[in-house]
């Protein structure tokens, strides 16, 4: 077996913990099935390819082109959904947007410095909003410093809130998942965080969305570990964390911004589901793995991988 079929098995396996397959990868041309240990269909040859039709006069961003076609077959059900992975950026890149007028900015500008160690015990101690209230523990985030790929989420929730580490618990471990289908885990060439970094709860003590201020007080923490990150890529989960990333109209659904390379300053961003979204709604699974197929896209538009 060579090391590309190798890499094949090793991706179809990783999808199938997360819940997708079996998967076909066709170049406009034959594709060759062969048997996997525990999995069916995955692409051992591929022939020949026919010409890529030019890119839509519309596209603003253009990403590189991929010639080849994926189909992904849900799990759970017999039908087969027709996934063709994107070629086009579709909107054009933006200024990050600015953060909102609070009370306690003065202190943006030392955040706009820190270190990580500083970085950590500012948020640790914040009182940037009235989320400090009611913490266990503040979550800065987790993972390599120095990574390639940054996941945001939305904030913490309980176990988050007990643990001090985002994505635990059941969301987590789809995460997981996630990351492995790209040949990543956690702690290695990727980092996790969120938009807030304190638990947002209603008035029963559930969780709940943060609210845009409560974003925005927290979003120079999130911008000054952009800055020390300098990630190659980085995946919107949700539609808080986009909005946190991105800006614009808070009514705007993630389906709206999903399929669309944006750009946070000059680094490309992807929006797609939240793992504990997927978790309600699973058959929109495979439509995140089309997601996380443009920010590999991304990724690779960026120098760090070959695909």
């Known amino acids: 077996m060579t090391s590309a079929d190798a890499g094949m098995v090793r991706r179809a396996r990783f999808l199938h913990e997360l819940g997708i397959g079996p998967v076909w ?39 590189p082109v991929i010639d080849k076609q994926e189909k992904i ?11 063709p992975v994107p070629v086009r950026a579709g909107i054009a890149a933006a200024s990050a947007p600015p953060v909102l007028a609070l009370a306690s900015d003065d202190g943006v500008a030392a955040i706009a410095s820190m270190s990580w160690q500083e970085l950590d ?26 990574a390639g790929w940054l996941f945001v989420g939305e904030g913490p929730g309980s176990v988050e809130d007990q643990k001090g580490e985002p994505f635990v618990g059941p969301a987590g471990k789809l995460l997981d998942s996630m990351l492995l289908a790209l040949d ?9 965080s969120n938009a807030v970094k304190c638990r947002p ?33 980085i995946v919107a989960l949700g539609k808080v964390a986009a909005l946190s990333l991105l800006g614009g ?32 709604k699973p058959l929109d699974k495979a439509k995140s793995w ?17 695909i």
């Open 25 to 63: 990868v066709q170049r406009y041309g034959h594709v060759q099935k062969s048997p996997v240990e525990g999995l069916s269909d995955v692409p051992s040859r591929i022939t020949a390819a026919a010409p890529v039709e030019p890119l839509p006069s519309v596209v603003m961003v253009a990403a």
């Open 290 to 306: 089309r997601d996380l197929c443009l920010a590999a896209q991304a990724y690779a538009s960026e120098g760090k991988l070959a």
């Open 121 to 146: 015990i500012a948020v640790t101690n914040c009182t940037r909003c009235p989320l400090c209230k009611n913490r266990k523990q503040a979550v800065l985030g987790t993972g390599d410093q120095k």
């Open 184 to 192: 990543l885990r956690r702690g290695e060439n990727s980092y996790l």
């Open 201 to 233: 709860v209603d008035a029963d003590g559930k969780d709940r969305p943060p609210t845009a201020v409560e974003s925005a007080a927290c979003r120079p923490y999130l911008e000054r570990q952009i800055t020390l990150l300098k990630p190659a890529v």
């Open 249 to 280: 109209d808070p009514k705007i659904a993630v389906a709206a911004l999903r399929e669309h390379t944006h750009r946070y300053g000059s680094i490309p961003v992807v929006v797609t589901y939240h793992p504990a979204y997927l978790l309600r």
């Open 73 to 83: 077959a849900s799990a759970w059900d017999d039908v087969s959904v027709p996934v």
